[in-house]
């Protein structure tokens, strides 16, 4: 005959007490509402945010903010008298193959750990794409007004690539290219193009669709085989070596800004 359980062996485990998480304190997540913001980066309560956004103390890239405003993670926000933030940096970097631009993934170099720039204290992050299969120029920066300016193609900046084709290029690939190619119900707009050789041309556009100029090669049936992009407008990729890059400064930027409205 078995024994009966003793009275030990229905006690309960100790659950222990549920510890609330303080939302201000939790991983943020993008974009974020103004007040919130504030709160995670320690200014103040989300009630205290409200006020100094009322008595219009915080600029989002330079603009007052107003109640409920969102903030993305590239803005720059700035509290009058609690100080500005790091002075801006530009950086024209020469990304290698392999290297992203995007949020990294499991055993991905991402583009600003590989950057290893002299002062980590500074959030660079970088604006635009290259996808992991394409090297050349991209910029980097901490100023989060110039993304939307660069990158909107209703501004129609220019940008310039050197692209090493798998097959010959045929007879009218100029013309198609610069006329505007198909891609899966997308027409893109009009570009320039110059031929180098067979296998070899550069290709100016002022759009920057996902992987436009794969897409473009492979609905004019060849293939990419080296795609390297050399400007953006007047920031010119130069004689920077691959994982390396330069700061933009002086009359080259004072160019660069202009012609983005700042």
Known sequence: MKKPL?????????????VKKD???EAPLFPMRINKYLAHKNFSTRRGADELIEKKRVLINGQLASLGDKVAESDIVEVKGKGKPTKYVYLAYNKP???????????????????????????????????KNSHG???????????DRLLNPDHAHEKEYEVKSTLPLRNNFKEKMENGVNIEGYVTKKCKVTILNEKTFRVLLTEGKKHQIRRMLSALFNDVYDLKRTSILNIKLGNIKQGEYRHIKDDELKIFLTSLGL
């Open 23 to 25: 939302p201000d304190q």
């Open 97 to 131: 193959v392999g290297v992203i631009t995007h949020a990294q993934n499991k055993g991905e170099r991402d583009i600003v750990r590989s950057l290893k720039f002299d002062d980590p204290s500074i959030h660079l992050f970088p604006i635009g794409r290259l996808d």
């Open 137 to 147: 120029l991209i910029i980097l920066t901490n100023d989060g007004r110039i993304t």
């Open 6 to 18: 003793s009275k030990k062996a229905f006690r309960a485990p100790k659950v222990p007490p549920v």
